[in-house]
């Protein structure tokens, strides 16, 4: 997961929902100096999953997720 909402609310939200399990990466706003659309955040997700921009699908539902990507 790559957010820019705070890292208290994603993580009250992926427990209450039973999802915390899912997610081996989750970048947040208090993890990164630069929000979306700055490629920061997108950029910190794949060096934790040791991937590239080349072989990972972004899949965003706002506008600045397209631009990140």
Do not use: R
């Not at 957010?3 to 706003?29: N, P, Q, R």
């Not at 060096?47 to 965003?60: A, C, I, Q, R």
Request: hydrophobic share 40%; no cysteine.
């Amino acid at each position: 997961i790559v957010t820019s909402s705070d890292k208290s609310f994603i993580e009250t939200a992926l427990s209450a929902l039973s999802l915390k399990d899912h997610f081996g990466v989750v970048v947040t706003a208090n993890d990164v100096s630069n929000y979306k659309p700055h490629p920061e955040p997108v950029l910190q997700a794949l060096s934790k999953l040791e991937s590239t921009p080349e072989t990972t699908l972004f899949v965003g539902d706002y506008v600045v997720d397209v631009q990140a990507g």
